[in-house]
């Protein structure tokens, strides 16, 4: 069973720019979450995605970042237009609907942002 | 006050000895907590997870929980190199949501 996966691995971009993120979560499972850790820092949730819906977004930083997740499959989290202070390694992670829904979620291998 | 806190470390330990990791939480409606390690560059993989006070016991990890003191401890027993990473503390709160706090983490060496 392949785990989640993110695209680009690496992003290097200049402040002004704009960067699309892309996480696929792992094949059935309703659960989607975005996390970034900036350096030094912990990691701090972004938002969870049940299937298409936002359930919760409080850790979204500002209006400059936008989630999406079309069809309840993959998600992109766009962030339009990035700021030195946005660089960091972007996390996706998914867990199932049911069963150890609560209990486990499996991380993706992350997209590290650097804005300069 | 951070919602998690954690010892940066790095904690350093010898190969075979029990290693101690502890994780301090700001609130009481905390339901459920999470160890997580971290590889450099890689994911936050999930160790264990416990959500009732006292001990939980998986292999040579156990969890400890205690709810009055608002902390949580994971013991690695027979450390190995290998165990060498950081170790993440995450706490979820309140019931019916998957809103997760982590701590910075603990960077452990395990040394042969």
């Known amino acids: 069973e392949a785990g989640v996966t993110q695209f680009p691995s690496h992003s290097v971009i200049e402040k002004g720019q704009t960067v699309t993120l892309r996480c696929d979560p792992i094949?059935?499972?309703?659960?989607l979450y975005w996390y970034r850790r900036v350096m030094g820092k912990e990691i701090k949730f972004l938002l969870h995605?049940?299937?298409?819906?936002?359930?919760?977004e409080s850790g979204m930083p500002n209006n400059r970042f936008l989630a999406e997740r079309t069809g309840g499959t993959y998600s992109t989290l766009k962030v339009q237009p990035a700021e030195l202070e946005d660089s960091g390694v972007y996390f996706c992670?998914?867990?199932?609907?049911?069963?150890?829904?609560?209990?486990?979620?499996?991380f993706g291998p992350g997209t590290r942002l650097t804005v300069l | 006050q951070k919602e998690v806190e954690q010892n940066s470390g790095p904690l350093s330990v010898p190969e075979g000895a029990i290693a101690s990791l502890n994780c301090t939480y700001s609130?009481?409606?905390?339901?459920?907590f999470f160890w997580y390690r971290q590889y450099s560059g890689k994911s936050p993989e999930l160790i264990m997870f416990?959500?009732?006070?006292g001990d939980k016991e998986d292999g040579r990890f156990t969890a400890q929980l205690n709810k009055a003191s608002q902390y949580v401890s994971l013991l690695i027993r027979d450390s190995q190199p290998s165990d060498s990473a950081t170790y993440l503390c995450?706490?979820?709160f309140g019931t019916g949501g998957f809103k997760t706090i982590f701590g910075a983490g603990t960077r452990l060496f395990v040394k042969a």
């Open positions: 094949s059935g499972h309703d659960n």
């Open positions: 995605f049940v299937k298409e819906s936002k359930q919760d």
């Open positions: 992670a998914s867990s199932p609907s049911s069963g150890r829904a609560w209990s486990e979620q499996f």
């Open positions: 995450a706490v979820r």
């Open positions: 609130d009481r409606g905390s339901q459920s």
């Open positions: 416990i959500y009732s006070n």
